[in-house]
């Protein structure tokens, strides 16, 4: 006996796609880097570190290697609270009980900027250990406008493609 279409129920979505997958996996995977690196930088940087860059990427600020922690500890904040907030708002029942092509996008673009966050935190540490070497002088003067870019073009491209599938319902 087949099924009518009215006897469905509407189940939530299971599991991720393999695009979220990846970026899940690659965001814990650079978490895990940037442990690594913030070990390794502590063990062979001198007491005395950068800790602040101006807006042009060169120190400006210095202070005690313990600040590496306190670096790691905001990534691990922000990368944890992130997570979180894809499990326990963006995924809630309530939330994936109707399929919504805008919330899975949502989900991934979050997810994306998890992982850029994280790519951003391991460049500093990397660029850290180079300016201790006397490598280079500075986070490069591209940086800071490389940060907006990334962290806010996401964002916008969620915001324009969500707008046009409201205009084209019309």
Do not use: Q
């Amino acid at each position: 006996m087949a099924k009518s279409s009215t006897s469905k129920k509407i189940s939530p979505k299971s599991g991720f796609s393999k695009v979220d997958k990846m970026l899940d996996t690659a965001g814990w995977f650079g978490l895990a880097t940037l442990v690594i690196i913030t070990v390794f930088t502590y063990f062979r940087v001198p007491d005395t570190i950068p800790v602040h860059f101006n807006i042009v990427g060169r120190p400006n600020g210095f202070g005690n290697k313990l600040f590496l922690f306190a670096v790691l500890g905001i990534a691990c904040f922000i990368f944890f609270s992130i997570t979180l907030t894809i499990k326990y708002v963006f995924a809630s029942p309530k939330a994936t009980a109707i399929p919504n092509k805008n919330l899975d996008f949502a989900i991934r673009i979050v997810r994306f900027l998890k992982l850029m966050v994280m790519i951003g935190f391991i460049y500093i540490m990397v660029i850290t250990n180079l300016i201790v070497d006397h490598v280079t002088d500075g986070l490069g003067s591209f940086f800071l406008p490389a940060v907006v870019i990334t962290l806010l073009f996401p964002v916008a491209y969620f915001f324009k493609k969500t707008m046009r599938e409201k205009l084209m319902k019309r």
